[in-house]
């Protein structure tokens, strides 16, 4: 007789499946909480120990390992040796396989979880059951995942068996499963044990979205998740209206999202290929909004907002008279959704604003390989910069210096961003030299130089920017400093009457 192993932990939908089998002459092997389930149901099972004559020990750690398990699934049936060997020992074929693991991802996730309950649910039968199924995926059919059921249920129907290429595919599903499982794992021990830079680097994704393309209509693309979800994150974003995301869309939303993290006051920051093109911090998000729409009223247009505030009412109305591709917020009041949404292409997200988990590193793909690193998010202090010229900044001229440097460590290198208290002014981004972008910045900043001050992301190699900057009317500049011509840009600042202050920390971003 045809048996099959079926142990769960996910039990959605495993009567129904079981008693598919049933009904086509399939034996049932079961273990624990499964065979509970299905002996309720009336379906008759055998246990574990009744096929292996051995009992389970060591609260279940001890119970399929053996070998009229692992003899059942891996003898070929093709080799004449091997049928030798499962007569002579009295094994049995096993030709189904349906087992999915013990929780380990949920119970890490668990708040206060003790490495004691992460340790036990790490599983160790279920994997090697499902590593030896797939590997015999010629003769063994191996489900992992419910959403397979019908479809195996179907062939057997249809033909009595499975067809080779559904097998060798749920053994490709069944091999990426145990790799996520084991990945996991890996990242819990590898961070528990503070491990910087590991030898070997495990990451798991799980698909959130067939994209319809990728940057270009002629590449295709897909959008995963990190099989530990991150909540201040777009994937964990909550899309409320509009059409899908598109792969431009996701990148400018999360570059979107890093911005308006470093700013506490009701801020908004409107950003148009990876870029901020307007960053404005208010009393109300309406004002705020209005700070950051006439930052830039030009690039703006088909760009990307978000808000670290509810959108309401007149913000909306504000809002509803641009064309946009998204607007990121914690939330929508009643009114200001029903005027947003009556666009019907407008993506609407909500994110929580609350949760901003603190020790991501970021990977970014290079061709052959991968870079890691922390994220940029130091804590900086202004009350703690370095003034290195004659002048002090005023206070008003700080709290200008301050908010352009959280804005320039946004803004692709060469980055120059001009600003004041509330407002970007002008941005210079992406210029393969520095004091291009001071000229792109300051020309964007024209007839708006009231209270303005300059931030560059890295220091000044030469003081020709300073200069520059100075004979358009910036008096405080604020820099990482660091090069070993400083002391000419220092010199020029006070020839001119500039104040300029050293953070002591660059923020390129490539």
């Given at each position: 007789m045809t048996r099959a192993l079926i142990s769960v932990s996910n039990k959605t939908g495993?009567?129904?499946?079981?008693?598919?089998?049933?009904?086509?002459?399939i034996e049932i092997i079961s273990t624990g909480g499964t065979k509970n389930i299905l002996d309720k149901a009336g379906i008759p099972t055998l246990s574990i120990d009744e096929v292996t004559d051995f009992p389970e020990m060591m609260d279940g750690r001890v119970k399929t390992l053996h070998p009229k398990i692992h003899g059942g699934?891996?003898?070929r049936r093709d080799l004449r040796s091997h049928l030798d060997a499962m007569a002579e020992h009295d094994i049995q074929p096993i030709d189904f396989v349906c087992?999915?693991?013990y929780p380990f991802k949920e119970t890490i996730t668990k708040p206060e979880v003790t490495e004691e309950e992460a340790i036990e649910n790490i599983d160790i039968g279920g994997p090697s059951m499902l590593r030896s199924a797939a590997k015999n995926f010629s003769s063994v059919t191996v489900v992992v995942d419910p959403k397979d059921y019908a479809l195996v249920l179907a062939e057997i129907k249809n033909n009595h068996a499975t067809s080779l290429a559904t097998r060798k595919r749920l053994a490709a599903k069944v091999f990426r499963h145990t790799a996520a499982y084991d990945a996991l794992i890996a990242e819990y021990f590898t961070r528990s044990v503070a491990e910087a830079n590991p030898e070997k680097?495990?990451?798991?994704?799980?698909?959130?979205?067939?994209?319809r393309y990728g940057e270009n209509s002629h590449q295709t693309a897909a959008f995963y998740q990190n099989a530990l979800p991150v909540s201040y994150s777009i994937a964990s974003a909550q899309q409320l209206h509009g059409k899908e995301l598109s792969y431009n869309n996701i990148k400018d939303a999360d570059a979107a999202i890093r911005i308006i993290r470093e700013f506490t006051a009701p801020t908004v920051v409107a950003l148009k290929h990876m870029n901020p093109c307007g960053i404005g911090s208010g009393a109300t998000i309406l004002e705020a909004y209005q700070f950051a729409y006439e930052a830039d009223p030009t690039s703006i247009f088909g760009g990307i907002i978000v808000a670290n505030r509810e959108i309401d009412l007149a913000t909306a109305e504000e809002l509803h008279k641009l064309f946009l591709e998204i607007i990121i917020a914690p939330s929508f009041s009643k009114e200001a959704f029903d005027v947003l949404s009556s666009k019907k292409n407008l993506r609407l997200m909500t994110l929580d604003f609350s949760k901003q988990e603190s020790e991501q590193s970021e990977v970014v793909a290079v061709l052959g390989g991968?870079?890691?690193?922390?994220?940029?998010?130091?804590?900086?202090?202004?009350e703690e910069w370095e003034v290195a010229t004659k002048r002090q900044p005023t206070a008003s001229e700080l709290k200008a210096l301050a908010f352009a440097w959280k804005a320039v460590k946004h803004v692709k290198s060469n980055a120059i961003v001009v600003a004041n208290e509330q407002q970007t002014v002008g941005i210079g981004a992406g210029q393969?030299?520095?004091v291009g972008s001071v000229k792109l910045a300051l020309e964007a900043a024209k007839g708006r130089m009231d209270g303005a001050v300059l931030a560059s992301d890295a220091y000044f190699p030469m003081d020709d920017s300073v200069e520059y900057?100075?004979?358009?009317?910036i008096k405080a500049i604020v820099q990482p400093g660091g090069s070993i011509r400083d002391k000419d840009s220092i010199a020029m600042a006070d020839?001119?009457?500039?104040?300029?202050?050293?953070?002591?920390?660059?923020?390129?971003?490539?």
């Open positions: 495993i009567v129904e499946f079981t008693k598919g089998l049933v009904q086509s002459g699934l891996l003898a087992v999915n693991l680097l495990n990451l798991t994704y799980d698909l959130k979205q067939t994209l991968l870079l890691v690193q922390d994220q940029d998010i130091i804590e900086e202090i202004p393969m030299n520095r900057a100075a004979q358009h009317g020839q001119y009457g500039i104040a300029m202050v050293f953070t002591g920390v660059r923020h390129f971003r490539h």
